[in-house]
Every structure is written in C-alpha cells, then in structure tokens.
C-alpha cells in the first residue's frame, strides 16, 4: 500500500505562483512514476505532469508547458509541481498519483494510488 498526501493548494490571482507537494508513504519501489492530475468542476481528470525515478524525461500536458515544472526528490519520496503564471483555467482540484514499475503512463486507470487532492483557485 501507498499513501500520498498533497499539500500547498490555495487561491491566487492570475499570474501567481503555486508549488504543490506530495509525499508518498508505504511500501514505494526504487522504480516508480509519480504524476500530478487535475479536475475542474463538470470536467473530468485529466493529467498535468508526469516524473519518474530513474527515466529522466518529464511529461507535461500542452496547456501547462512552460508555466509547471514537476521535480522530485526521492530520498523523501516526495514530488512537486511549481506553478508559474497561473491562469483562472488552471483552476482544479490537483492530485497526486502514484505507480511503480519502469514506465511513466499518462491514464488514470494506470495510478492504482491516489491522494485526496489539494484545490486550487486562480482568480481572474
């Protein structure tokens, strides 16, 4: 089992900044996929960013290319997801996902770990 809990949500205007965390607990493999997915009110989950122990490659979704970062730090099993130039359609509840194995996936069906979410609202 694995358990993750996000925290760093809040209410900022346009243009602020945000860094979201997550810490994994539990039986977490040296190989495994941490990602940060968000879902806004009526719409449905969707993936932000994506990082993994070993594969160096990131992935971000179009609409958050070049305002989010995602890092990790694995010594504390802990993954981040810095928020830059937010946009009122940035607003979601964020979750962190957790999944071991070799690869990165980018479905919601492949994160078998979920934490309650940490909401965000940007303001116009």
């Known amino acids: 089992q694995v358990r993750l809990v996000e925290s760093g949500g809040g209410s900022v205007q346009a243009g602020g900044s945000l860094r979201l965390s997550c810490v994994a607990s539990g039986y977490i493999s040296n190989s495994n996929c941490m990602g940060w997915f968000r879902q806004a009110p009526g719409k449905e989950r969707v993936v932000v960013a994506t990082?993994?122990?070993?594969?160096?490659?990131?992935y971000y979704a179009d609409s958050v290319k070049g305002r989010f970062t995602v890092s990790r730090e694995n010594s504390v099993n802990t993954v981040y997801l810095q928020m830059n130039a937010l946009k009122p359609e940035d607003t979601a509840m964020y979750y962190c996902a957790f999944a071991s194995g070799g690869d990165c996936p980018h479905q919601i069906v492949d994160f078998p770990y979920w934490g309650q979410g940490t909401q965000v609202t940007v303001s116009s």
């Open positions: 990082s993994h122990t070993i594969d160096p490659r990131t």
